[in-house]
């Protein structure tokens, strides 16, 4: 990728502690990552001190947003969320400038009416042109092809498309509903962590799995 000049935006779990991605302090494989990402002139996107991982009581920054230099300069915004993820690990979210939803026209070729091209293309005057050698066949040639197109063109409908994301074809109002209230539920447990809350959300945590891993 840096040889290719690629734009590129990593989102590393290290197992590994370093201040530089506001551990407490830093361990050998946070010294080793810590190492090889400077190496790669790769750009810490963390700038929060609060957890990405918390397993229990067990809380700490392992998870690492990396950037490479030559798209730093387009990283909008970076927040840890601290919501729920059906995992120990935390939502970390990456903003990159330009990712706005954009429309285009196309032509629609699946709707294009053949029977009217066949129509406009009979009643075309074309001109008597010789024959005579390789280059006037090569300009009779490129002018018929300039003619398809102009008038495939010219009678084509148009179709907008966008660069919008759509949800994969599983995804459901039942799911929907379903990660909220894990969500909900979550927040309920880390301001009121007793064993009812706890027990609650890993109820629906478990029945939330269980009905993604079916939808897939």
Request: contains cysteine; glycine residues 4%; aromatic residues 8%.
């Amino acid at each position: 990728a840096k040889d290719k000049g690629w734009q590129v935006l990593l989102a590393i779990d290290t197992n590994g502690h370093h201040v530089a991605w506001f551990s407490n302090g830093n361990n050998r494989q946070g010294e080793k990552a810590y190492e090889l990402f400077s190496q790669n002139n790769l750009y810490i996107l963390n700038n929060s001190a609060n957890p990405t991982y918390v397993s229990g009581a067990n809380a700490t920054n392992i998870d690492v947003t990396l950037t490479s230099t030559n798209l730093q300069t387009y990283i909008k915004l970076w927040t840890n969320l601290g919501e729920e993820s059906l995992s120990d690990h935390k939502c970390l979210k990456t903003v990159v400038s330009g990712n706005k939803i954009s429309t285009q026209t196309i032509p629609n070729y699946k709707h294009t009416p053949w029977n009217v091209f066949q129509s406009k293309m009979e009643r075309i005057q074309y001109a008597d042109v010789p024959l005579n050698s390789e280059l006037d066949i090569d300009n009779a040639i490129e002018m018929l092809t300039n003619t398809i197109i102009s008038t495939v063109k010219a009678i084509t409908p148009k179709a907008k498309i966008t660069n919008k994301v759509k949800p994969p074809p599983w995804w459901s109002d039942k799911l929907r509903k379903g990660r909220r209230l894990v969500r909900v539920k979550y927040h309920q447990l880390q301001r009121n962590p007793s064993e009812n809350n706890k027990h609650e959300y890993l109820m629906l945590r478990r029945q939330y799995q269980r009905e993604l891993r079916q939808a897939k």
